[in-house]
């Protein structure tokens, strides 16, 4: 009884989606998102339907599959419009709206109306237990085995080797800033993090909050969106969030799209401008040659708000690249940096460079098994003792991942 | 037994456990939080035995110290999380002779001693007693903690920050080995063999 | 007796605070933002879908810190909560300190925000739990500055002797400058808008991120006890908590309260968030200074016309 | 007889603090154990010797803090003591203040 | 809850410090069982004011001063061990034994 009226209840809930967005299919999500039924969810744990929008990459597969496990049950798929082949076993496929009309119309409101549709009667699907929940894809089985190894069964051995729990534990080096020798963290951020631009996969390397080392592991995808004004206050949209403005990121949001709940651009960027947002980004940050930094890229996007035409920027310099603009920043700073580029630069910036140290070693990492690096029976006596893990950054450091180029 | 004693008997134990679990844990974090709690047991302690002040600024002070004291554990203590379960103690045995036998000791001179009877009157305004003390009889040891505490702010700036008058503190620094003369503890031998690369 | 009929007025107080609080914070934002006729059905929906959402743990997590901090932060609230007059004498805990309790509340908050991003055993959430210790240590030291200038006139730490020096004029008049540092801080301790550096948006939800299913509801729950409790604080220490005309004063409070409450959610979804370096570096050489003079402006003026 | 209530309560809490920690500790799979990171895998547990970039700041916030323990006292009878009062008040907090000088000069509010 | 009962337990606070004291490898669990023998201290301390001081200030006053001595004790100490670390990368007492050379 009990369990019903929560049901009942969970129903009418704003249904919680956590995309992952595909080749140009960006700005038509975020317009999906300005319906109030809908939530996006920062993060799949908080999520129960995953949205697969667009197409995606052989090698972004791998990631769908673990972002899906990552999700809480119960839980389900919706793919629109994306070709992932098997990767997400049985998920239900939207290819557009079912209803004759809405085919021979092909007009994007109408379908984008259907996957609303057909994202709400899911949730209500899932939410009265008429549909159940995903199992998981991946195998259950630990990065690494451990349990029972190890003199406290914990799969560690003495203060810093082994794998307790599965993972090797983190190893000392030097920081960029202030010298003190202490642990570095690495791992492959993206392609799917909400705060990123779709696809774009770093390797990243952190101590503390400041980032150490970035490699481009894959760029990002390539969205439609060009340089109008739309296109412009969608990207103003994403860095208000960013800055933690989300109420006013909902009204670009919602004048990118116009029509009758539009909101007068004046007023948008008279908020922007109360809310100190020019102020909260630090001056010379993320600064590219001809580009300004990003403080005048965020002026030029609110500009854009007042009815300005968008500005067009010169080429690029052949060595600005995200591996030397991000390293020795803090995360909210790189996250500020990633977001003030439109999507031509961002791929100019974050494309793969070719390179007697490079790896290919975005090929490399999808190729299905989640443990890639501390597989092998050669890690084991890596990680006793004093652990050999990288204590050079930069180029030694990503060596370690393409040694066999 | 009342109301009090039992509460009593609750934050002593309370108090005295979390401090024991502190060397016992495993996790920084937890070792920091456990003192953390015996400080908190204390603090209640002290707001029954009629000095309300001094116990809640007790919690106040030691929540804010306490936390600090997990950041800066966290960051130098080797596995900080204790995910490894380790030990790392010397002079083992003799640390819990030490020990018992302070307890024992102060135990027998608090038996053996007969204390004066002059409970704090329950109406006394203690704070307000404690204001007039500090501006009054006590007001230059009330400055002198102000020097002090500067003196502890500009010591604790030199010392933790890493620019100095004489270049940077930790030029030609080389962290010691697990053993005389070993390899750097934790690290990666410099220009090491190079045996991550081949794998 | 006062004390059980405060303890029954603090659980109405709560309950009333809290579902207007969930109701604010589920329809103020969006209402802000444009979107047409926000439901009150959606925070209990959602809080129905959370129940029924799976509880996920990272690889070798924390699991008793976990647990504890929302419970922590929960119980904080109600603490905080508790030494604050309902009218006179109408105080849960009689406290002579009531505004050292508070601060005690604020420091143990910062604890258990802590506990909670460190349990996870995930990089995004560590980062917000850290980056908030940076924000929140030198946040609750201005906002002891602000109180103590609130505790001046009433020459008593306690929030009933407060109240009653409020009665010839509020303390918000005295100290306005002081009521906007305190209001930050509100922010700050209730995770919201410029001041939440736990669980930011730059981080994918921050303390958060890794957590689902019932614990996030149980931290949404406890940040809105603080929110809640954080305004009654407010409402008492400036605006002269349960003082006023005709209405008994739980009502005053309620209101007062209330008002408070909705101007915390509204300037939450105004104000730009700093990066976290550039705002601990304006608390300490702004901020810090303002309560500095704030206290001063206090203090003469109650030496010159006191 | 008046104790019966807390055994009740701190029962009632046991028994949901143990609940609660059993129900972490025993769900979930190993790949949704998986710590969130859009997709990618992280090399390391997080835990580590984390880098705070502000561990100045913090121990100038302990020696500063510790002002507010002189602080409360002084305010409850500061209506009493009238400008000696806030004379040693001024004096006490301007010497402290000069250590937050000295310590922004350092460049100890930058993240280090 | 009697004065003796108080310092007793006060007594086994200073006796866990004093083991964790002595026997801790590293600086800043060792600083931990200072605290915590300060701890013990500062109830013993208002143990005494309350019960056999009828309430004088001095007491409270004493027991500030040893909230001062843990701030400062704490601030210094932290100090030195980011020092040592810059130093020596490690944070055992050990490797202070070093230090001299």
């Not at chain 4, 997709?39 to 010797?49: I, K, M, N």
């Amino acid at each position: 009884m009990a369990v019903s009226v929560l049901s009942n209840w969970a129903g009418e809930a704003p249904v919680a989606v956590f995309v992952a967005i595909g080749e140009g299919m960006r700005d038509r999500l975020e317009r999906l998102f300005n319906d109030a039924r809908f939530v996006r969810a920062a993060s799949p744990r908080h999520a129960a339907i995953f949205l697969i929008a667009g197409r995606m990459r052989l090698e972004d597969r791998e990631d769908l599959r673990r972002l899906h496990d990552q999700m809480p049950h119960p839980r389900v798929t919706l793919l629109w419009n994306a070709e992932v082949g098997e990767a997400l076993g049985d998920a239900e496929v939207f290819t557009g709206s079912t209803l004759e009309v809405d085919i021979e119309a092909s007009e994007a409101g109408r379908s984008d109306d259907a996957v609303r549709d057909r994202l709400e009667k899911l949730w209500q699907e899932l939410a009265s237990g008429e549909r159940s929940s995903e199992p998981d894809l991946l195998h259950d089985e630990p990065p690494n085995s451990w349990e029972g190894i190890g003199p406290h069964g914990q799969g560690g051995q003495g203060m810093m080797g082994g794998t307790p729990y599965g993972r090797p534990m983190a190893m000392t080096s030097d920081d960029l800033r202030d010298g003190l020798a202490l642990d570095l963290y690495t791992a492959r951020f993206g392609p799917f993090l909400p705060m990123f631009p779709p696809g774009l996969l770093l390797e990243m390397t952190l101590q503390g909050d400041v980032i150490q080392s970035v490699k481009v592991v894959r760029p990002p995808l390539s969205q439609a969106g060009g340089n109008d004004v739309p296109a412009a206050l969608l990207r103003l949209a994403r860095l208000l969030d960013v800055l933690g403005l989300p109420v006013l990121g909902q009204r670009a949001r919602l004048a990118a799209v116009g029509g009758a709940t539009s909101v007068p651009l004046e007023k948008l960027s008279r908020a922007i401008h109360w809310a100190g947002a020019t102020l909260a980004i630090p001056r010379g940050l993320g600064a590219v040659e001809g580009y300004g930094d990003t403080r005048t890229r965020f002026a030029n996007l609110v500009s854009v708000a007042n009815g300005f035409s968008p500005a067009m920027w010169p080429g690029l310099t052949r060595s600005a690249h995200l591996s030397s603009i991000l390293p020795g920043l803090e995360w909210s700073e790189a996250m500020l940096v990633l977001n003030s580029f439109d999507d031509e630069t961002l791929s100019t910036l974050a494309a793969i460079v070719e390179g007697a140290d490079e790896d290919r070693d975005g090929h490399d990492h999808d190729s299905g098994h989640m443990h890639h690096d501390h597989g092998g029976p050669h890690d084991h006596d890596r990680h006793q003792g004093h652990g050999g893990r990288g204590s050079h950054l930069g180029n030694d450091y990503h060596g370690r991942h393409g040694g066999h180029a | 037994m009342g109301l009090t004693d039992l509460l009593f008997l609750a934050l002593s134990a309370v108090a005295i456990l979390s401090g024991w679990r502190v060397f016992a844990t495993d996790s920084m974090v937890r070792a920091s939080f456990l003192l953390l709690l015996s400080f908190v047991a204390v603090g209640l302690i002290i707001v029954m035995l009629a000095a309300p002040y001094i116990g809640v600024a007790t919690v106040f002070m030691m929540a804010v110290e306490m936390m600090v004291m997990a950041l800066f554990m966290v960051m130098f203590m080797m596995n900080p999380a204790g995910l490894n379960p380790m030990m790392m103690v010397h002079q083992h045995r003799f640390s819990i002779v030490a020990g018992v036998l302070a307890f024992a000791g102060l135990t027998a001179a608090i038996l053996f001693t007969s204390f004066p009877k002059i409970p704090v009157d329950p109406s006394t305004p203690v704070v307000h007693d404690l204001g007039i003390e500090l501006l009054g009889p006590s007001m230059l040891i009330f400055e002198t903690a102000g020097v002090t505490l500067l003196a502890t702010m500009i010591g604790s700036v030199i010392l933790s920050s890493r620019s100095g008058r004489f270049g940077m503190a930790d030029q030609g620094s080389r962290p010691p080995g697990l053993e005389p003369d070993g390899e750097p503890a934790g690290r990666q031998p410099e220009a090491g063999n190079g045996h991550h690369h081949h794998h | 007796m006062m004390e059980l009929i405060a303890a029954l007025l603090l659980l109405l107080f709560l309950s009333v605070g809290f579902a207007g609080a969930a109701l604010v914070d589920g329809m103020l934002p969006a209402f802000l933002a444009g979107q047409s006729r926000p439901s009150w059905r959606r925070p209990i929906a959602d809080a129905a879908r959370l129940l029924q959402t799976q509880r996920i743990r990272t690889e070798a997590p924390d699991a008793l810190l976990w647990f504890l901090a929302p419970v922590l932060y929960l119980a904080l609230a109600i603490i905080g909560l508790a030494v604050i007059p309902f009218g006179p004498g109408l105080v849960t805990i009689p406290s002579e300190v009531g505004i050292v309790v508070w601060g005690s509340c604020e420091a143990l908050t910062i604890v258990a925000v802590f506990m909670f991003g460190w349990s996870a055993n995930a990089p995004l959430p560590l980062i917000g739990a850290y980056r908030y210790v940076a924000i929140a240590l030198p946040a609750m030291l201005l906002s002891m500055f602000v109180l103590i200038g609130a505790a001046l006139p009433a020459e008593s730490l306690g929030f009933t002797e407060i109240v009653e020096a409020q009665r010839r004029v509020w303390n918000v008049v005295r100290q306005p400058a002081g009521l906007i540092l305190f209001l930050m801080l509100g922010l700050a301790i209730s995770l919201r808008g410029p001041f939440d550096y736990a669980d930011p948006a730059d981080l994918a939800g921050g303390t958060t991120a890794d957590v689902s299913g019932p614990m996030v509801l149980a931290w949404k729950i406890a940040r809105l006890t603080m929110l809640v409790s954080v305004s009654a604080v407010t409402a008492t220490a400036f605006l002269g908590g349960y003082l006023g005309p005709l209405l008994p004063g739980f009502v005053w409070l309620l209101l007062k309260t209330a008002l408070i409450l909705v101007v915390l959610v509204g300037a939450g979804n105004f104000f730009a968030r700093m990066p976290p370096a550039r705002m601990m570096s304006v608390i300490w050489t702004m901020l810090l200074p303002l309560s500095f003079l704030m206290l001063l402006a206090v203090g003469v003026e109650l030496l010159l016309w006191g | 007889m008046e104790i019966v209530p807390w055994v009740f309560l701190i029962g009632i809490l046991s028994v949901l603090c143990i609940r609660g920690v059993h129900g972490v500790r025993h769900s979930a799979t190993a790949p949704q154990q998986l710590p969130f990171l859009g997709g990618g895998t992280p090399d390391t547990h997080a835990w580590q010797r984390y880098h705070i970039r502000y561990y100045s700041m913090t121990l100038l916030f302990i020696a500063f803090e510790m002002e507010m323990m002189f602080m409360y006292p002084w305010a409850v009878v500061f209506v009493e003591e009238g400008g000696m009062a806030m004379m040693e008040m001024g004096m006490f907090l301007a010497i402290l203040s000069i250590g937050i000088v000295y310590a922004w000069r350092e460049g100890v509010f930058r993240w280090q | 809850m009697t004065l003796a009962t108080v310092l007793i337990v006060a007594a086994a606070l200073i006796g866990i410090g004093l083991y964790g004291a002595l026997s801790q490898q590293s600086f800043v669990m060792l600083m931990m069982g200072l605290e915590l023998m300060l701890n013990g201290g500062l109830l013993a301390v208002i143990g005494l004011w309350a019960n056999t001081m009828g309430g004088a200030p001095e007491g409270q006053l004493l027991a500030i001063i040893i909230m001062a001595v843990m701030a400062v004790d704490m601030a210094i100490g932290f100090a030195l061990v980011t020092a040592v670390y810059r130093k020596r990368q490690a944070d055992v007492t050990e490797s202070l034994t070093t230090m001299k050379h």
